[in-house]
């Protein structure tokens, strides 16, 4: 079984945001597994499906960003998931907007969401998907990842989703190392 999570924060105004890159890729997989986030359980929304005999359960935390350890904590201990078997998709102030970078472990680097999950989970050995969503020197960071991206941006945001989707869609059934050499770009 696997659980795949995009971090984001619910309700119209956030959409399209840059804080809401991981729920803009797992919306991507969603569309590639023809599934929807049709349930409600775990402070989340729920999209669950099968690829090739594997239980794949996709994560939308309804906690608001900085709780969404919440969330995962729940499903991990109801369906005794693994951590090796979790996948968590968010974005990352420190990578250039379209970057894609994927990692085995790591601290939350500032990103409260993924911090959230380390410590609920007690373990920064949790795989992870960055999106990068730049930085701007002369926004403050709230504004900043709350904001839309740029029109230069979209194109190549939208791009770069469509690629972490395919890596996240890749870690169903192939060794992360292999995923990672793979999906990583600058």
Known sequence: MKLIVGLGN????????RHNAGFMVIDKLA???NV?????????????TNVNGEKVILMKPSTYMNLSGEAVLECVNFYKIAVDDILIIHDDMDLPVGSVRLRMQGSGAGQKGMKNIIDL?????????????????NIDVINYVLGKFRKDEIDIFNEACDWASNGAYEFISKPFMEVMNKYNRK
């Not at 929807?36 to 669950?48: E, G």
């Not at 949790?126 to 999106?131: C, D, T, V, Y």
Request: glycine share 8%; aromatic share 8%; no cysteine.
């Open 10 to 17: 619910i309700g119209r105004e956030y959409e399209n945001t």
């Open 36 to 48: 929807s986030f049709d349930q409600s359980k775990f402070k989340a929304s729920l999209a669950i």
């Open 121 to 137: 989970l007690h373990t920064s050995q949790i795989k992870r998907i960055r999106m990068g969503i730049g930085r701007d020197q």
């Open 31 to 33: 569309s590639k597994l």
